[in-house]
């Protein structure tokens, strides 16, 4: 269609070429958004924008004419536009964005959050870089125990504007008291103070937490207006009985009347006076239970040294100085022992009862994958021998031009005097150092 257009177009611009005719005026037609926006055609105000409508500009000679667009608080568009006779008409289309200002809030005492029609923006000092330019806008700060407070802002362009808010205070006075004193007090989880101690109570209420050692936590909702001062006495409860349950090796589960207490070491500080049975689960080690008796306001540790019931790994190697890894953790190396071709025991321990998988590396050898099946308290012996993996490492030419040399260097025959390479398995040959024209190492 576009083809056909501009076939037409030429044809008639040439028939009006050859009648004499003028040729039709270009004309460039500009859409976009926002309402009302400047439009400037190579620095002539030409029209504004009008929604769906387009703003026409003609006549224009044919070539390339910067076009700009231009709104109060959006950023403008400049861009070129070509227009030939080829088309006597070009759109374009052009939506301005917004633009952006920057504020920085902030306030006394500092840590208000920053809201914007329901949006946290974040916390004092805060630089906001997300609101428009032009339309007003209202900004929430609110920090506890603070009252609320609104700020209305309005951002011309980008110039950095600095708004500084004093925050009014917005709470009750609380005096605290405990039978007996020296209790603790916490508001929200926030410690205030010990007692007798005035706590500052946000409008609307908190909760008090009172703690004493060898007490009961006392918690006790408080409502308050702004303003307002209360009394806030309790009386403290003594803890009846304190339990610790210490365990060889830790961090096994405990239990007390069947109910999880945390891992060991571990302390029950409000258990009931009177029998109790304590258990103990650690994997690898068999359960215990126990029966403990806690007296009246009494402190108490059990020890509970528990059985293992995990099983060992003792892995030889042929030859030795291989790397040993279990379910896919390297657990260690394989010793030589003197000039003997096995090496020593490496042993493997607290291996749990089942099925496990044994690698064994060692460089220049085929890697060893084996499934090694372990009881509880057993010891499994794994005696590996390893496969040679023959691979030359260096390549040696002589000055007699004969073919190059390739092996593996045998590094502790080797020295000033001769280079010794393995050039089969088990297959070695010295090549004097005065024979030698190059040495290269194939691994780089």
Do not use: W
């Not at 400047?38 to 387009?54: A, M, P, W």
């Not at 917004?98 to 000092?125: I, N, Y």
């Not at 808010?165 to 020296?182: I, R, W």
């Not at 190059?404 to 398995?425: C, F, H, S, Y």
Request: aromatic content about 4%; overall charge neutral; glycine content about 10%.
């Amino acid at each position: 269609m576009n083809g056909k257009r501009l076939i037409l177009s030429l044809l008639a611009v040439a028939a009006a070429a050859l009648l004499g005719a003028k040729p039709l005026p270009l004309r460039l037609d500009v859409k976009g958004q926002p309402e009302g926006a400047k439009v400037f055609v190579d620095g002539t105000l030409c029209g504004t924008l009008h929604g769906e409508s387009s703003c026409t500009v003609t006549p224009l000679e044919p070539g390339r004419h910067l076009l700009h667009v231009e709104a109060p608080f959006y950023r403008p568009f400049d861009g070129y536009v070509r227009l030939d006779e080829s088309a006597q008409l070009v759109s374009k289309a052009v939506d301005l964005k917004p633009e952006r200002g920057l504020v920085l809030v902030k306030t006394t005492p500092a840590g208000a959050t920053v809201t914007c029609r329901g949006s946290s923006l974040g916390t004092t000092p805060l630089l906001v870089t997300t609101l428009p330019c032009g339309p007003l806008h209202t900004l929430e700060l609110s920090l506890n125990g603070y009252q609320k407070k609104r700020v209305d802002v309005r951002l011309p362009d980008r110039t950095p504007l600095v708004r500084e808010e004093e925050l009014v205070l917005d709470s009750g006075v609380a005096s605290c008291t405990s039978e007996p004193g020296g209790a603790t007090v916490f508001m929200n989880g926030i410690e205030r103070g010990v007692t007798p101690v005035e706590v500052m109570v946000p409008r609307g209420g908190a909760e008090l937490t009172f703690r004493l050692e060898g007490y009961k936590d006392v918690k006790q909702a408080v409502s308050m207006s702004a303003g307002e001062r209360q009394t806030v006495a309790v009386k403290m409860e003594g803890l009846p009985a304190r339990l610790t349950v210490v365990t060889e090796p830790d961090k096994a589960k405990v239990f007390v009347d069947e109910n999880y207490q945390g891992t060991s070491p571990v302390t029950v500080a409000s258990a009931t006076p009177g029998e109790h049975v304590v258990r103990v689960e650690l994997s690898g080690y068999a359960p215990v239970s126990r029966m403990v008796q806690l007296a009246n306001g009494s402190e108490a540790t059990e020890k509970i040294t528990l059985e293992s019931v995990l099983g060992r790994i003792e892995v030889v190697t042929s030859p030795p100085g291989a790397k040993v890894s279990l379910d896919g953790k390297a657990v260690g190396f394989t010793r030589p022992q003197g000039d003997a071709e096995v090496s020593q025991v490496l042993l493997l321990e607290n291996v749990a009862a089942g099925e496990h998988a044994v690698l064994v590396h060692l460089d220049g050898y085929f890697d060893k994958s084996l499934k090694v099946n372990v009881g509880a308290k057993e010891t499994k012996q794994l005696p590996v021998t390893l496969k040679r993996n023959f691979t030359p490492d260096t390549e040696v030419e002589t000055i007699n031009g004969a073919e190059p040399v390739r092996g593996a260097l045998v590094e502790d025959k080797t020295n000033a005097e001769q280079l010794v390479l393995e050039i089969r398995p088990g297959v070695e040959r010295t090549i004097p150092r005065e024979t030698i024209r190059k040495i290269t190492n194939l691994k780089q």
